[in-house]
């Protein structure tokens, strides 16, 4: 199928909010999928602000729709997640899982009221990760769309150039991923003179570890990882590997939209329509 040749979207119509509504009608018929950005409203240690996971999310989906321009369109972020497991350092905001669920709804309801009918989930924290893998299956089939799907933009692109700046401490919040993430995106939110190396709390950690292998859940909370609410080392973060981290995980994007429209089923039925065919 041939697609009609859409006129390139005015310069920053990339992001819902910074758009006008014509501009919207306009860029409509060109949309490939979506952006959701998700994150949380957390604390990152005295290392990070607290909007880190959302606003990274937002500015990673932006960049990437004005990279792959004029296939995807990048929603407002929704500015909190799930983080209970934070919730005893000053500032942090959590979600009970079925407001999170009703907030999704209501979203890709209101889009898909003006015609879009593929969603993508850009997750930036993951606290969210178990829910989001609930709201797929639960949304993806009970909604009249064509597509849900979530993807943490953490998880793609070039981690190995992480070891470029990994020190010995695991990471995994408030460290170097999260300070170059920064520094790249969003440097307003690197509390430079307070960068400290994560408290971790090694003896927690090593009596952790038998348990993570039998893949045991439960409640955790932060503050007996660390006090100071920081893994890793943040101080060892630049913008080169965030420039990198990020860049190359929206190579990987663009890799996985081509692999969708490439999908025989992208252009075909809702995948909650597509029943097992009976006998002939
Ligand atoms: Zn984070």
């Not at 797929?136 to 190995?160: A, E, N, S």
């Not at 039998?214 to 913008?239: C, I, K, Y």
């Amino acid at each position: 199928m041939t697609r009609p040749d859409p006129a390139p979207p005015a310069a920053g119509t990339f992001a819902l909010h910074k758009m006008s509504w014509p501009e919207v009608a306009r860029a409509r018929g060109a949309v490939e999928l979506v952006l959701i950005p998700i994150g949380s409203t957390e604390q990152h240690g005295p290392n990070l602000g607290l909007g880190q996971d959302h606003l990274i999310a937002q500015a990673y989906c932006e960049r990437a729709a004005e990279r792959l321009a004029p296939r995807l369109l990048a929603l407002p972020a929704i500015p909190w997640g799930i983080s209970d497991h934070h919730m005893n350092f000053p500032g942090t905001m959590t979600l009970r899982p079925e407001t999170f669920l009703d907030l999704l709804e209501d979203i890709i309801g209101s889009m898909r009221h003006h015609g879009f009918r593929r969603f993508l989930i850009v997750n930036g924290h993951g606290g969210n990760q178990a829910l989001m893998a609930a709201a797929v299956q639960d949304l993806g089939f009970r909604l009249d769309i064509d597509f849900l799907g979530c993807v943490g933009h953490y998880t793609l692109g070039d981690t190995q150039s992480l070891q470029d700046i990994h020190g010995e401490q695991p990471g995994g919040h408030a460290c170097e991923m999260e300070s170059s993430h920064s520094y790249y995106l969003a440097p307003e939110l690197v509390r430079e003179p307070a960068l400290a190396r994560g408290q971790i709390d090694h003896a927690f950690m090593a009596m952790l570890r038998p348990l993570r292998k039998l893949e045991l859940v439960w409640p955790n909370a932060m503050n007996a990882h660390t006090p100071s609410g920081a893994l890793g080392d943040a101080r060892r973060g630049t913008r080169a590997v965030g420039q990198r981290l990020i860049e190359s995980s929206i190579d990987e994007l663009a890799e996985i939209l081509q692999a969708l429209q490439d999908s025989p089923r992208w252009h075909g039925p809702p995948h909650g329509q597509v029943h097992a065919a009976g006998p002939e």
